[in-house]
Each structure stands twice: as structure tokens, then as C-alpha cells.
């Protein structure tokens, strides 16, 4: 049993700053990669940032520069650095990581996090 925990979120100012936390905990387990996805309402669920086991990072085009993905493996938490944020920025936040195990990789989500960006 692995538990996915999300923390942080809220409510910022354009060009503000804000940091996500997705924390793993649970019976032995191996972690492949962890996702961050916004959804936006009426909106599809859109990949945002992705650190592999190895560090390895992707980004969305729409947060380059902006964002930034880390992983401290100590306490098997990953998190999601936004800066300079932009109302368009504002969306539910969900956690994804990517588990291995006997019975193949599997995903486990989040609960979702609010980050709302207005003046």
C-alpha cells in the first residue's frame, strides 16, 4: 500500500511564487517518475512537468522557465517550483507518480490541489 499525499496550493498575485509538495509513503515500493498535471475548468488535464527516478525533466512549453520540478529521495517527495505565475497558471494541481512492482507499473494520483492565480 503506497499513500500519495499533495500539500500546498493556494491562492497568489501574477508573478508570485508558490511550491507544491507530493509526498510517497508506504510498504516497499519503486518509484519510476512523478508528474505534475494541471486542469483548468473546461479544460483538459494537461502534463505540466515530469522528474524520472534518474533526475531526468521535462516541461510544457507554457512553464519553462518558470517552473521547476525536484525530487528529494530522502523523504521521497517531489515538488513542483512555480515562479512568476500567471493567472492562466490557475488550475487544480494532481500529483502522479509511476510505481513498479511484480505486478507491472502502475499510476497512483494525488487528491488535487487549487493553486489560483488573480490580482
Known amino acids: 500500500q503506497v499513500q500519495v499525499v499533495e500539500s500546498g496550493g493556494g491562492l497568489e498575485q501574477p508573478g508570485g511564487s508558490m511550491r507544491l509538495s507530493c509526498a510517497a509513503s508506504?510498504?516497499?515500493?519503486?518509484?519510476?517518475?512523478t508528474g505534475w498535471h494541471r486542469e483548468a475548468p473546461g479544460k483538459q488535464r494537461e502534463l505540466v512537468a515530469f522528474?524520472?527516478?534518474?533526475?531526468?525533466?521535462n516541461y510544457a512549453d507554457s512553464v519553462k522557465g518558470r517552473f521547476t520540478i525536484s525530487r528529494d529521495n530522502t523523504t521521497n517527495t517531489v515538488y513542483l517550483q512555480m515562479n512568476n505565475l500567471k493567472p492562466e497558471d490557475t488550475a487544480v494541481y494532481y500529483c502522479?507518480?509511476?510505481?513498479?512492482?511484480?505486478?507491472?507499473?502502475?499510476?497512483?494520483w494525488g487528491q488535487g490541489t487549487q493553486v489560483t492565480v488573480s490580482s
Open positions: 502522479n507518480v509511476i510505481l513498479t512492482g511484480a505486478e507491472g507499473e502502475y499510476d497512483l
Open positions: 522528474i524520472s527516478s534518474y533526475g531526468n525533466t
Open positions: 508506504g510498504n516497499r515500493f519503486n518509484i519510476w517518475g
